[in-house]
């Protein structure tokens, strides 16, 4: 008998910079990441997410990347899922310079997983 997973979603909102970090103690699944804005930036600037790897810099890597000013991004939907699975100490550093100050709130959607 397989033991149910865990869904978890992880709220953050802002006015300023977005600079968050994902981190749950135990094993996850990235499974999707929810963007809104209240208007569509007009100045340059990457939404960034990066692994921050618990094995050290050399397995580091940037995960998403994408200026949300081209195209005039104001929702934005990632999904990940299956193969996104994730060691108890790693860390996704999420970023986003938000040059215009626009409102903004952000939920990460987490698998918790077993050892």
């Known amino acids: 008998m397989t033991k149910a997973s865990s869904i978890i979603f992880v709220p953050f909102k802002g006015t300023a910079k977005l600079g968050v970090t994902l981190t749950q103690g135990q094993r996850f699944r990235l499974l999707r990441l929810e ?7 007009t100045t340059s600037g990457d939404f960034t997410m990066a692994l921050d790897a618990i094995q050290g810099d050399i397995f580091d890597n940037v995960i998403y990347k994408r200026d949300l000013s081209v195209g005039s ?28 100050a626009k409102t903004w709130g952000m939920r990460a959607v987490l698998e918790l997983l077993e050892k």
Do not use: C, M, Q, R
């Open 35 to 41: 963007l809104h804005l209240s208007a569509a930036p």
């Open 73 to 100: 991004v104001k929702d934005l939907l990632i999904p990940f899922g299956e193969g996104w699975e994730y060691e108890k100490d790693d860390k996704i550093d999420i970023a986003y310079t938000n040059a215009d």
